[in-house]
């Protein structure tokens, strides 16, 4: 638990300014949606997340016996994410 100078656990609404809980991910007034402010997280966790696709796709690419990327590699993208 962090201590406020204003208020415990308050945040303010930058569009309306309305008074919220700290952890409420929504104004209750106006809707307004504090994750948007979470843009640069999101793309490192879509980057992570396609990266995690492309290595699934080529793993059950090898395992089906459908393998496009040559074998090199894929033993590259894969050490990578074992290690
Ligand atoms: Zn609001």
């Given at each position: 638990m962090q201590k406020n100078?204003?208020?415990?656990g308050v945040k303010y609404c930058p569009q309306c300014g309305a008074e919220l809980k700290a952890?409420?991910?929504?104004?209750?007034?106006?809707?307004?949606?504090?994750?948007?402010?979470?843009k640069k997280v999101n793309i490192k966790r879509l980057i992570i997340a396609i990266i995690i696709i492309i290595i699934a796709w080529a793993a059950l690419r090898v395992i089906t016996g459908n393998?496009?990327?040559?074998q090199p590699i894929l033993n590259l993208i894969t050490n990578k994410t074992a290690g």
């Open positions: 100078k204003i208020k415990k952890e409420d991910k929504f104004c209750l007034k106006c809707g307004y949606s504090f994750e948007k402010r979470k393998t496009i990327i040559p």
